[in-house]
């Protein structure tokens, strides 16, 4: 076993078939019928009590700060036992949370009262995603930098969609910004555009986030439009 806090390999897709089968093999047919049938109809509560056993890693994330977060901003009770945790990766980064049922007009108007914002559109809920993100809640990680991913710079969101690299979405980008300011009382992308290539407005443009002028701002840009100041942030999730 490794040391703690070291980040591992993920299991492959075979590796998570084996393991399952041996858990298997080893439970037979001894399987209490009761729990088991409690546990397909509570799949959170099988992963928090796996997460007991030391079984079911998951990295070190304060979910209860994040409920708290929600209901402050969105007067919303959540359970994040059962969400989808990746892991965290070995640079300095801080994690997203998303929640179903919020969505980007919610978001956005939630960053209104908190601190003056504007958008390019009446209607953010048009902005769709091009990334794929689980059903339930979620964490996505991101690295910990006031400014977009300098490595992103010069890079359009058609260039980005190429090479397959995960990035952030219109939405994850304005849970951060919230999230930011309710810990700093700051605001992120004082000189750059994050770019959210994750993410497309209805006419195909590219969703982009930025503080200027003392105001939160959603804008957008082309699909091929890059220059060093649009940047993606890089989402492992």
Not at 128 to 147: A, L, N, S
Not at 212 to 226: A, I, L, N, S, T
Request: glycine share 10%; aromatic share 10%.
């Amino acid at each position: 076993m490794s040391n703690r806090g070291t980040v591992q390999k993920p299991l492959s897709d075979g590796e998570i078939l084996e393991f399952g089968a041996a858990v298997m093999q080893q439970l037979g047919r001894g399987i209490d019928p009761e729990k088991a049938r409690y546990y397909i109809g509570n799949k959170s509560q099988l992963g928090k009590d796996l997460r007991k056993l030391g079984i079911h890693q998951m990295p070190e994330f304060d979910s209860a700060e994040w409920e708290r977060f929600y209901t402050k901003r969105f007067s919303h009770s959540v359970d994040l036992s059962g969400m989808h945790v990746p892991p965290k990766p070995g640079y300095s980064c801080r994690g997203i949370v998303i929640i179903p049922g919020v969505t980007n007009n919610i978001v956005f108007d939630a960053c209104t009262k908190a601190f003056k914002s504007w958008r390019y559109t009446d209607d953010l809920n048009t902005v769709t995603d091009v990334v794929k993100r689980p059903d339930g809640p979620y964490v996505v990680w991101v690295r910990d930098v006031v400014e977009a991913d300098e490595e992103m710079k010069n890079k359009s969101a058609e260039d980005i969609e190429k090479t397959g690299t995960n990035t952030l979405t219109l939405k994850e980008r304005m849970v951060l910004e919230l999230k930011y300011f309710d810990e700093t009382g700051k605001h992120l992308d004082i000189e750059n555009w994050t770019l959210c290539s994750g993410s497309r407005g209805s006419g195909g443009g590219v969703p982009g986030a930025l503080w200027r002028g003392g105001e939160f701002g959603v804008g957008w840009c082309f699909p091929d439009d890059r220059d060093s100041y649009l940047r993606a942030r890089v989402a492992v999730s």
